[in-house]
C-alpha cells in the first residue's frame, strides 16, 4: 500500500514530535514532523527516497509537500483522498 510505504520512508530511524489524521472523512491528512538534522531540497542527490515518495503520492491521487532546513528538521505533509 503506497501509504504505509511513504510513512514508513521518512519514519525510518526518525523520532516524530506529532502525526494528525483528519478523522470523520475520507480526506486523509498525515503530517509527520521530526526536530532532525534536516536537508536542503534544493541540492540534488543520487537517493531515492524524496522522488519515491512523491511518486506513491500520485498513485493515490494526493500531494505531497515536504519542507526541510538544515539544523533544524523535516516537515512532512500527505493529503489523499480515500477510496
Known amino acids: 500500500m503506497p501509504t504505509i510505504t511513504i510513512t514508513h520512508e521518512f519514519l525510518n530511524g ?40 512523491k511518486m506513491r503520492a500520485a498513485k493515490l491521487n494526493g500531494s505531497l509537500d515536504i519542507r526541510s532546513t538544515v539544523g533544524k528538521g523535516t516537515i512532512l505533509k500527505l493529503e489523499f483522498y480515500a477510496a
Open 14 to 53: 526518525k523520532k516524530i514530535n506529532g502525526t494528525a489524521i483528519n478523522p470523520g472523512t475520507n480526506f486523509i491528512h498525515l503530517r509527520f514532523e521530526d526536530n532532525g538534522i534536516g536537508f536542503d531540497p534544493q541540492k540534488l542527490t543520487d537517493r531515492n527516497g524524496i522522488v519515491n515518495m
